[in-house]
């Protein structure tokens, strides 16, 4: 017999039968009781409200993931990887492959020097003295033109009276006059226009002859005055250039 406060236990009696009286199951630690509580009061179901409740599951929060430009991001610390700065490259105008630039100099080109002719072959009175001139004495017009063209190799005087003996032999002087023609069109880069040398010499002698002196004066060399004389006149510009003073100076006093 136990103490008269406490309850009896039932294999105290006599009649006691584990069948019909069973132990009750031990109590979860408390810990573990708030943890279900917990769960059963707010159930977590991907974030919708819950049903039972009515309080909604509040979803956890995700940390930002940043992705490096370059497609390297940092996946682990949440960082961007900012992409290296490239330097340019630029490709070498002189064909050498992938080089720092480096600015070439070019050649100048003479704007006032254009790629056709001047003046048109039958465009005689543009300068009416030589019209005149040709159209009477044209050996003396040819021996100009055939020593400015070949820069004094071939004299004024040696060059006319080879015309004046061609054309008193053969009567056919545009095959020695059409090879100057095609030297000028080499020297200034100028077309077969409007028909080949030859042809142009032998239908339009004094027309040729008369177009291809005004095309040496109208680009600076001056067949009138000789190989020598534009050479002197080159030399005098070229000194009063040199000579000239600076513009654009100011006398500080």
């Not at 080499?186 to 042809?199: C, H, M, T």
Request: aromatic residues 10%; glycine residues 10%.
């Amino acid at each position: 017999m136990g103490r008269p406060d406490q309850t009896p236990s039932p294999k105290m009696h006599n009649n006691y039968n584990p069948m019909f009286h069973p132990e009750p199951a031990p109590e979860p630690p408390v810990y573990e009781k708030q943890m279900v509580d917990t769960e059963q009061k707010y159930p977590h179901n991907g974030g919708m409200v819950n049903q039972s409740s009515g309080v909604p599951n509040m979803p956890r929060p995700v940390q930002p993931m940043y992705v490096n430009p370059g497609g390297m991001g940092n996946q682990s610390s949440g960082v961007p990887n900012m992409p290296r700065p490239v330097q340019p490259m630029y490709v070498n105008p002189g064909g050498m492959g992938n080089q720092p630039y480096a600015p070439q100099m070019s050649r100048p080109v003479n704007i006032n020097q254009p790629s056709n002719w001047t003046s048109g072959l039958f465009d005689c009175m543009n300068d009416g003295e030589n019209a005149i001139i040709t159209c009477f004495f044209p050996f003396v017009t040819f021996g100009q033109i055939a020593e400015v063209t070949d820069e004094g190799a071939t004299s004024c005087g040696t060059g006319g009276m080879l015309y004046g003996l061609i054309c008193c032999l053969f009567g056919i002087p545009c095959v020695y006059s059409c090879t100057f023609r095609a030297k000028i069109r080499s020297k200034f880069g100028l077309p077969d226009a409007p028909a080949p040398d030859w042809i142009t010499h032998c239908f339009c002698e004094y027309c040729a002859l008369c177009q291809e002196y005004r095309e040496l004066k109208n680009r600076g060399l001056d067949p009138a005055i000789g190989w020598s004389g534009n050479v002197q006149r080159q030399r005098m510009g070229q000194q009063q250039e040199m000579m000239a003073p600076p513009m654009g100076q100011r006398m500080m006093g």
